[in-house]
C-alpha cells in the first residue's frame, strides 16, 4: 500500500495540556513516523507519514484523546518524503 504524507493543524486548547506528549504516546501503537510540535500562534502541528488506514487511525486516536479541546482540524495531504522518516519525535 503506498505511504501518504500529512501535515495536520490542530486548533482549541491544545498548548499546555499534554497534546504533544500524549501524540508521541499514541504515535507508538500505529506505524507512522513523523513529529508533533506547538506553533506560536497556538496551533499544534503533527506531521505524520504512514500508509492512509495507519494515519487515519492514527487521527482517530487523537481526536477522541482530546475531543473537548480540539475545536477545529486542518488536514493538508503532500507527497511522501524519500526516504521516510524513521520513528517518531516531539518537536520544540
Do not use: C, K, W
Not at 500500500?1 to 501503537?29: D, S
Amino acid at each position: 500500500m503506498p505511504r501518504e504524507r500529512r501535515r495536520v493543524y490542530y486548533r482549541g486548547r491544545v498548548q499546555g495540556v499534554g497534546f504533544r506528549y500524549t501524540t508521541y504516546r499514541l504515535a507508538q501503537g500505529f506505524a507512522v513516523s513523523g513529529s508533533v510540535r506547538n506553533l506560536e500562534d497556538g496551533r499544534v502541528e503533527l506531521i505524520a507519514e504512514g500508509e492512509p488506514g495507519e494515519l487515519d487511525a492514527f487521527q482517530d486516536a487523537i481526536q477522541r484523546e482530546f475531543a473537548d479541546e480540539i475545536r477545529d482540524i486542518e488536514v493538508i495531504r503532500e507527497p511522501p518524503s524519500h526516504p521516510p522518516p524513521s520513528g517518531f519525535s516531539i518537536r520544540h
